[in-house]
Nanobody, 116 residues
Framework: VQLVESGGGMVQPGGSLRLSCAAS????????ITWVRQAPGKGPEWLSG????????YYADSVKGRCTISRDNAKNTLYLQISSLKPEDTALYYC??????????WGQGTQVTVAS
């Protein structure tokens, strides 16, 4: 199982980014997948999740209205579009596979830095 995030970078407040997560080594279309972030000095924060078919999505209150999670099962890829970025969104963003009520595999993360 491998999950590889990309798309992070430095962006000014108010800007947008689209993060990607390329999955391999398992049946991607069979799993609920989540985005989790960890800011410096803080614990992991669950952000968003999407069901295997992609027709049910879930968001944390901290990003609701600013984030859109989606997936392309034909490409084994998960996405997270984030807009109206704030300095407090600065964090390492991970995608993780959900199985049996836990997150059993994580990617290495992609860094998002929001600064002027």
């Amino acid at each position: 199982v491998q999950l590889v995030e990309s798309g992070g970078g430095m962006v000014q407040p108010g800007g947008s980014l689209r993060l990607s997560c390329a999955a391999s080594g398992f049946s991607f279309s069979s799993y609920y997948i989540t985005w989790v972030r960890q800011a410096p000095g803080k614990g992991p924060e669950w952000l968003s999740g999407i069901n295997p078919g992609g027709d049910s999505t879930y968001y944390a209150d901290s990003v609701k209205g600013r984030c859109t999670i989606s997936r392309d099962n034909a490409k084994n890829t998960l996405y997270l579009q984030i807009s109206s970025l704030k300095p407090e969104d600065t964090a390492l963003y991970y995608c993780a596979r959900s199985a049996s009520w836990s997150l059993d595999y994580w990617g290495q993360g992609t860094q998002v830095t929001v600064a002027s």
